[in-house]
């Protein structure tokens, strides 16, 4: 039986795994990137440290239109096998509260391996080579598809398009997945910021910019939380951010893209009732009769948390608790996709089969990683999508 050709557009982390899985299955792979090497944004995921994905997995934490078609995905290549996969690349694991790291903690130790693999499978990858294209090939004995650059033609039997989102400032960022997908006829799922810090309404940012505080943030919708995260958060000149932040963002850049207000509930002592921190600050004021009200802050917050909290001259113990407890803020939107870690929205999935990653418009044509309409939260999930989307893109490709 004749091999097939695979051509893959793109060659970040979904481009080059489901190059080595068409490879694995007998297919003769082309992978064409763009940049002068693969892989860029790769290197710089979980700060460069790569994390390859979470041991907590549940439908919960990815997102998109349809977030049934992720999981059925993220199942027929689970975390387990991503694991066994790198390891046997060469890869060794570190398990950190449920994160999983290469023990390097360099991401570039994933990209090595991956394209080690690829290589060693006889891949071509050739780069600075910029997709202009796709169609139908006027030679059927040729393949079923055209894949055209500035400067050549790549017959092939399969395309899989795996070119990204244009989130973060990194090169390799890019629409041009979007655009082709458009081309070919598919609906677009408007493509936002998501895993992004939140701009919002305020005069006082300034005062506590830097500060990292404990706590709890609630989005808000009409008076009713909508969702609610816990951790770190990082205080800004602009508004907030920090991994609670990021795992809202989504909902809250959805829903105001969409024209509903939202608002962020900061509370900066969660373990406490308002009723029981009342009674704590009584006791402290009562401990040190000769501290001020802020002064008995001390200890608490930062200090230009404190002087935020207690900035109106007149503010009392009740009033402190309720800003304390529910600081409210309105959102005015994110900042820049350059900022944001990845893209909510994409190619939608209701035009796409969740067991192969093929198009059900187009059969030939596949799609995996960041390109389609699903996201995943903070902690691994995202290159966990792009692992098993192109593993299963790869595989079917070349059948």
């Given amino acids: 039986m004749e091999k097939k050709t695979v051509c893959i557009i793109g060659g970040g982390a979904a481009g080059l795994v489901s190059a080595i899985f068409a490879a694995r299955n007998h297919a003769s792979v082309i992978l064409l990137e763009q940049n002068e090497k693969p892989g860029r944004k790769l290197l710089a995921t979980g700060n460069g440290r790569c994390n390859l994905t979470n041991t907590y997995q549940h439908p919960s934490c990815y997102h998109g239109r349809h977030p049934e078609f992720a999981w059925e995905v993220i199942q027929q290549f689970p975390m387990q096998q991503t694991v066994a996969f790198f390891s046997k690349l060469g890869i060794y694991t570190r398990n950190r509260d449920g994160y999983i790291y290469p023990a390097s903690l360099q991401a570039s130790s994933v990209l090595e391996v991956l394209e080690a693999e690829a290589r060693y499978l006889k891949v071509k990858i050739k780069c600075r080579e910029q997709v202009t294209d796709i169609c139908a090939c006027p030679d059927r004995e040729q393949g079923r598809w055209l894949v055209k650059t500035a400067s050549w033609q790549y017959p092939a039997d399969s395309v899989i398009i795996a070119c990204g989102s244009p989130a973060s400032e990194i090169a390799g960022s890019c629409t041009f997945g979007y655009e082709l997908a458009k081309k070919l006829g598919h609906t677009l799922i408007k493509p936002l910021p998501a895993l992004v810090p939140l701009v919002c309404k305020g005069s006082f940012f300034k005062k506590w910019a830097g500060v990292r505080a404990e706590g709890c943030v609630s989005l808000a919708v009409d008076r009713r939380i909508f969702r609610e995260e816990r951790g770190e958060l990082q205080l800004t000149e602009y508004g907030v951010s920090g991994i609670p932040v990021f795992q809202l963002s989504g909902y809250a850049?959805?829903?105001?893209?969409?024209?509903?207000?939202?608002?962020?509930?900061?509370?900066?002592?969660?373990?406490?009732?308002?009723?029981?921190?009342?009674?704590?600050?009584?006791?402290?004021?009562?401990?040190?009769?000769?501290?001020?009200?802020?002064?008995?802050?001390?200890?608490?917050?930062?200090?230009?948390?404190?002087?935020?909290?207690?900035?109106?001259?007149?503010?009392?113990?009740?009033?402190?608790?309720?800003?304390?407890?529910?600081?409210?803020?309105?959102?005015?939107?994110?900042?820049?996709?350059?900022?944001?870690?990845?893209?909510?929205?994409?190619?939608?999935?209701?035009?796409?089969?969740?067991?192969?990653?093929?198009?059900?418009?187009?059969?030939?044509?596949?799609?995996?990683?960041?390109?389609?309409?699903?996201?995943?939260?903070?902690?691994?999930?995202?290159?966990?999508?792009?692992?098993?989307?192109?593993?299963m893109a790869g595989t079917h490709a070349a059948l």
């Fill in 253 to 391: 850049v959805r829903l105001l893209d969409e024209g509903v207000p939202v608002r962020l509930l900061l509370d900066f002592m969660p373990d406490f009732t308002e009723e029981a921190l009342e009674a704590f600050l009584k006791t402290r004021m009562d401990n040190c009769p000769y501290k001020t009200l802020k002064e008995s802050l001390v200890g608490l917050f930062p200090k230009k948390l404190i002087d935020v909290l207690t900035q109106d001259d007149k503010t009392d113990t009740a009033s402190l608790v309720q800003k304390i407890k529910c600081l409210e803020l309105d959102v005015k939107g994110p900042r820049s996709l350059g900022q944001a870690q990845v893209c909510s929205g994409g190619v939608s999935t209701e035009e796409l089969s969740a067991g192969t990653m093929e198009s059900s418009l187009h059969p030939g044509i596949f799609f995996a990683g960041e390109v389609v309409d699903t996201d995943g939260i903070c902690g691994g999930y995202n290159l966990q999508w792009a692992w098993s989307s192109a593993a």
